[in-house]
């Protein structure tokens, strides 16, 4: 079993690996019992949603960590990918602007992620 840190890490090099953008890691445990973390990111248009979500599921099954919900794939812009101590936000970029996950869990720290993305 992962630890969510470990889980965190992972789904974000599965993202950078499909090419996300403006990847972010919101450390979450202290601000709500939600989740330890939420990943956030940016994809270019629907077809790149579906695809990152895709690996994210990949990679968390391979590794023993099945999702235990997934949400929004009719609504088109945003999908939400639910391991429990571990949620994936993927949006398009306007609904990123317009939900601001950042701002509303701006108590939350940010978590260094630079040494896990490619440049």
């Given at each position: 079993m992962?630890?969510?840190n470990?889980m965190?890490e992972?789904i974000v090099?599965?993202?950078?690996s499909?090419?996300?953008?403006e990847i972010k ?6 601000v709500?019992v939600?989740?330890?973390y939420f990943?956030i990111c940016t994809a270019?248009s ?10 994210v599921?990949k ?10 919900r ?5 609504a088109?812009?945003w999908?939400?990918?639910d391991?429990?101590c571990v ?5 398009t ?5 317009f939900?601001?996950?950042e701002?509303l ?5 940010v978590?260094d992620?630079?040494?896990?993305i490619?440049?």
């Open positions: 992962l630890t969510p470990e965190a992972m090099k599965a993202l950078d499909k090419k996300a953008n890691v919101l450390e979450t445990r202290d709500t939600l989740a330890d990943v270019t629907t077809t790149h949603i579906k695809s990152l979500s895709d690996e599921e990679v968390m099954k391979e590794n023993g960590e099945p999702p235990l997934t949400e929004g794939y009719r088109g812009g999908i939400l990918v391991f429990g949620v994936v936000h993927i949006f970029d306007e609904a990123r602007k939900y601001n996950l701002h869990w701006q108590d939350a720290a978590k992620i630079s040494a896990l490619k440049d």
